[in-house]
């Protein structure tokens, strides 16, 4: 894996245009059964991929943290939302709630998330590739595809299979 993760901005990047490309395409016509073909391809992938090998987005970005999520984690740590607020979270220049700094602070060292019942909305639906109306979130999908490998995979997948 760590291999993978070496290679994987730099084959990103190698694609990045040919993905760019691919995406106007699929944004401008996309097929009437995407949502159903992208729950397929992801389901394939996650069925041989194993984020527990990897957790590279919880080392290298952090999430975005709702007000909902904030609640959630706070009650579940026994602190109140401020407290959880200072502690952990910062404003970024979009004005949202991100963590002080990663890798995530909620990472053990065996890749296990100690908040996975809790966490974040954005951590349960990354990398986002079985999201309804995929085609609506292609420049997050780019830049997903340089930090997991999955869903680099999956837009593979998508160029064979999707005549765009």
Excluded: W
Excluded at 8 to 31: G, M, S
Excluded at 71 to 96: C, G, N, T, V
């Amino acid at each position: 894996m760590e291999e993978i993760l070496k290679n994987l901005p730099e084959k990103a990047k190698d694609k990045h245009k040919e993905n760019k490309k691919f995406f106007a395409k699929l944004r401008k016509k996309p097929p009437k059964d995407l949502d159903r073909q992208m729950q397929e391809m992801h389901e394939e992938e996650f069925s041989r991929t194993n984020c527990l090998d990897c957790a590279n987005c919880c080392k290298t970005t952090g999430p975005l943290f709702t007000n909902k999520d904030i609640e959630r984690i706070s009650k579940h740590l026994k602190l109140k939302p401020q407290q959880f607020i200072e502690q952990y979270l910062r404003i970024d220049e979009d004005k949202d709630y991100v963590l002080q700094e990663v890798p995530c602070t909620f990472l053990a060292a065996d890749n296990y998330c100690l908040i996975y019942d809790v966490r974040p909305k954005a951590c349960r639906e990354f990398p986002h590739t079985d999201r309804k109306d995929f085609h609506k979130i292609s420049n997050l999908t780019l830049k997903n595809t340089a930090i997991c490998p999955a869903a680099y995979n999956i837009v593979e997948e998508m160029k064979r299979r999707i005549k765009a």
